[in-house]
């Protein structure tokens, strides 16, 4: 894990799956070209679902951004096709656009299979502040939030081995998606060992080399080319070998032996 000034937030540039996806308007105030263009079918599943919540046409609900239906649709095909297999043109064919709208949205089709990765992550990162804000221990904290963190991916390794194949790649090859969740870990993190600080739970002379620690010790339960390795081994026993690396982390943590 990088390591970065505490408290700084992560500076690499704005991506859709940081906000919600704003309808993208001209300087007019109209629509980009392409984007009315989106027949209703695009959504797929992302329809079906409204129409099932009840928000059929009568509910008058509001239409999907491009982007949004862009991404239901690509999330649709990483799922059944693989990333290898997604395609820009496939995507816009089935969104009813061209291709050269497509790239309006997403400069490239790994911006595109990486935003769909991103919404993922986002979810991931909800969890583990849930956790980091729960009115607990600190090493209480830290244990729940660093196994939550492991089981969260291998869960999408069985249940979607194609996205689990995108965070993967973007993690290896540092792509901006990647290093923004990196940031935000270590941020949630970073909060944890100060509470445990502050409350005398941890005693760290430095806690950047107590950071280091927690990511260095965990990065074999963590990382997802390793998850990807153990994938054929039993789960209850990467939970046993992780849960005695956590047990001898917060040892450590709280003798400030570091």
Do not use: C
Not at 95 to 101: F, K, L, Q, R
Not at 121 to 141: F, Q, Y
Not at 204 to 228: M, N, Y
């Amino acid at each position: 894990m990088p390591r970065s000034r505490p408290g700084a937030q992560p500076r690499d540039e704005p991506h859709p799956t940081d906000a919600p996806f704003p309808g993208a308007q001209s300087s007019n105030g109209q629509a980009p070209v392409g984007q009315a263009s989106v027949g209703a079918s695009a959504a797929g599943p992302v329809l079906a679902g409204l129409a099932s919540a009840g928000l059929g046409p009568r509910a008058r609900a509001t239409p999907l951004s491009a982007d949004a239906r862009l991404l239901a649709i690509a999330a649709d095909h990483l799922r059944r096709l693989g990333h290898r297999q997604v395609t820009v043109v496939g995507v816009a064919a089935e969104a009813g656009m061209t291709h050269a709208n497509v790239y309006r949205y997403f400069p490239s089709k790994t911006a595109l299979v990486d935003a769909v990765a991103g919404r993922w992550l986002r979810e991931v990162e909800a969890e583990l502040g849930a956790i980091a804000d729960a009115p607990d221990p600190a090493d209480d904290k830290l244990e729940r939030l660093l196994l939550a963190l492991a089981s969260m991916q291998r869960d999408v390794l069985v249940r979607d081995p194609h996205l689990f194949a995108v965070h993967r790649d973007a993690t290896v090859e540092s792509r901006p998606i990647a290093r923004r969740h990196r940031g935000r870990l270590r941020q949630l993190v970073e909060r944890v060992i100060e509470e445990g600080m502050n409350a005398g739970t941890f005693s760290l002379r430095d806690r950047e080399r107590g950071l280091a620690f927690i990511f260095d010790t965990s990065h074999r339960f963590l990382h997802p080319v390793s998850i990807q390795l153990d994938a054929e081994v039993p789960r209850d026993l990467i939970e046993v070998r992780l849960g005695a690396i956590i047990r001898a982390m917060l040892r450590i943590l709280r003798l400030g032996t570091l």
